[in-house]
Structures are given as structure tokens and as C-alpha cells.
């Protein structure tokens, strides 16, 4: 287990949180009507807070790329779900709200459950496969999952389309931890190499559509809402895709399955209760938006 690349993962996870909120705030007063389509990315472009969140998360995602040239996707993956937790602090900065106790229950709940799903499991091994290996077709399999998640979230309340929309940029994003990692690997034979490749290319089109996914679940509903399904899918996707795309092991006995389990299970339970924090939905209810999440039309 890589002790750097893991703190490289939490420095990443930083500034992460902090691009997700000003990301939120611009986006979150859009019309609902370009919820999925790019003129929603052309109009926020020439947001001023909005670039400064994107590029607070550009920079967190090159840190993050250190952090994956030096361990394994499921290694340090897991711990970018800590970018919830520093949204919540920088929310509470920002609105001098104070933390409550189901603030630090969550951060708890998450924290704990990274370490002890990191510390078990304990993923390791791995390599890249081929350029044309059926591995691969896990990436599609993913694509199909977000092509649910749009599709599962037409005609439904705005909360819902919301958590739909998260979950669908949390598999993107996690799609793009993989690519990243793959495309790092490819690169130590040389940039002509990468080039020539499909993955650099997958990884700007993955990338562009995660962040329209995104903001189009800020644009539809508070933080609180439309954030914590993108932290919990994010690293259980690239988690499952280190596996089996590039091999990587986890424990397998009885025992540490069980404690893996308990470990995700926590890592997920921190993140809804912090995802429940009324810090995280300060920015003003959406026109659109009743006091219940709920569209109004």
C-alpha cells in the first residue's frame, strides 16, 4: 500500500470538494431546461465562479493522476470520497453555519469505513491489458449504466432526476480513474505510444460528458442532494473496474470479505448522512425547486 500516493489522493480530494461547490453554486442557477444538454457547459463558461470550481478540480484531478501513477486505481480511489467531506467544511466556511453532530457522524462513518475497506482489502497487483482485450468491455458495460440512469430519470421529480444524474457522472468519473490509470501506463512507453491508442481520446470524451452529467445534477437540486451519489459511485466504479479490467486483487477470505463489506457499507452510510446536511444546500432553492426537492412546474 502506497502511503504518499494515498495522501497525493486526499490533497486531490481537496480541492475537489472545494471545485464541487463553486461548481453547485453557479450551476444551481441554470435553467432545468438544459439539464443534459451542452448549451448548460457553453452558459456556465462564462461564469466566473464556475471556472475558478473547474479549475480547482482540474487541479485536483492532476494531483489525483500523481497519486494513481503511484498506487492502484482500487488503492487510492476509495479515498477521494473525502472530497464530500472538505465540501462540507468549505460550505460551513462559507455560510458560518456550526458542524452538528450528524456532520461529524458522517465524517466518521466515511473515514473510517476508506481506512477499514483499504486496510483488509488491501488491493494490490494489477496490470494493463491490451489495447483490444474484452477486458475493456466493462467500460461499456458502464456507459450502459449511465444511459440508464438518464433515461430512468425523464418524467421524474427533480430529486430523483438529481441522484440519477450524480450516480450517472460517478460512473463517468470513475470510468476516468481507469482511463487515467491506463493511459499513465501506456505513456512509460513514450507519448507516440499514447497516441497512438484509443484510451487518451476515451478519457477527454468520458471526461466531458461526467462534467456535463454533473452539472446537470447541480443545476436540478442542492449539494445535499446531488452530490453524495457522485462521491459513493466514483470509487466503488473504479474499484470494480481495477479488477476487472486491470486484475487487481483484493483479500478473499471469509472474514476480510466481511470486514471489506463493513467498510464500503460505512464509506456509503457517511456519505448519505453527510449528504443529508443542511450545509450543503445553502446556495438558495432553484426557482424551480420547491422546499422538498420537488420540481414545480
Same mark, same amino acid.
Given at each position: 500500500m502506497s502511503i $504518499?500516493?494515498?495522501?497525493? +489522493? *486526499? =490533497?486531490?480530494?481537496?480541492?475537489? !470538494?472545494? /471545485?464541487? =461547490? +463553486?461548481?453547485?453554486?453557479?450551476? &444551481?442557477?441554470?435553467?432545468?431546461?438544459?439539464i443534459l444538454h451542452p448549451r448548460l457547459l457553453l452558459d456556465l463558461l462564462r461564469s466566473r465562479l464556475w471556472l475558478a470550481g473547474i479549475g480547482s478540480m482540474i487541479t485536483g484531478q492532476i494531483i489525483f493522476a500523481f497519486a494513481l501513477n503511484m498506487a492502484d486505481v482500487a488503492e487510492v480511489t476509495p479515498v477521494l470520497t473525502v472530497n464530500l467531506i472538505f465540501a462540507l467544511f468549505a460550505a460551513h466556511v462559507i455560510y458560518r453555519d456550526r458542524l452538528g453532530r450528524n456532520e461529524w457522524l458522517g465524517a466518521l462513518l466515511l473515514t473510517g469505513g476508506v481506512a477499514l475497506f483499504l486496510g483488509i482489502g *488491501?488491493?494490490?497487483?494489477?496490470?494493463?491489458?491490451? =489495447?483490444?482485450?474484452?477486458?475493456?468491455?466493462?467500460?461499456? +458495460? *458502464?456507459? /450502459?449504466? =449511465?444511459?440508464?440512469?438518464?433515461?430512468?430519470?425523464?418524467?421524474r421529480d427533480l430529486r430523483v432526476r438529481a441522484m440519477l444524474l450524480a450516480c450517472g457522472a460517478g460512473l463517468l468519473y470513475g470510468l476516468q480513474d481507469t482511463l487515467t490509470r491506463s493511459v499513465l501506463l501506456v505513456s512509460d512507453d513514450g507519448l507516440g505510444r *499514447? $497516441?497512438?491508442?484509443?484510451?487518451?481520446?476515451?478519457?477527454?470524451?468520458? !471526461? +466531458?460528458? /461526467?462534467?456535463? &452529467?454533473a452539472q446537470s445534477a447541480f443545476d436540478a437540486a442542492p449539494l445535499r442532494i446531488s452530490l453524495p451519489a457522485t462521491t459513493a459511485a466514483e470509487p466503488l466504479t473504479g474499484i470494480a473496474l481495477s479488477i476487472v479490467i486491470f486484475g487487481e486483487r483484493v483479500r478473499l477470505e471469509v472474514s476480510d470479505l466481511a470486514l471489506e463489506s463493513l467498510g464500503l457499507a460505512a464509506m456509503v452510510a457517511g456519505i448519505i448522512v453527510l449528504g443529508r446536511s443542511p450545509y450543503l444546500g445553502k446556495p438558495g432553492e432553484h426557482p424551480s425547486v420547491s422546499p422538498n426537492g420537488v420540481g414545480c412546474r
Open positions: $504518499l500516493g494515498m495522501a497525493i +489522493a *486526499v =490533497v486531490a480530494a481537496f480541492f475537489i !470538494g472545494l /471545485g464541487f =461547490v +463553486a461548481q453547485q453554486h453557479a450551476a &444551481f442557477r441554470e435553467p432545468l431546461a438544459q *488491501v488491493p494490490h497487483g494489477g496490470a494493463l491489458p491490451g =489495447v483490444h482485450s474484452p477486458r475493456w468491455l466493462a467500460g461499456g +458495460a *458502464v456507459l /450502459g449504466l =449511465v444511459a440508464l440512469c438518464a433515461f430512468g430519470g425523464l418524467h *499514447v $497516441l497512438a491508442t484509443w484510451q487518451p481520446y476515451g478519457l477527454v470524451f468520458i !471526461g +466531458a460528458l /461526467g462534467l456535463l &452529467f
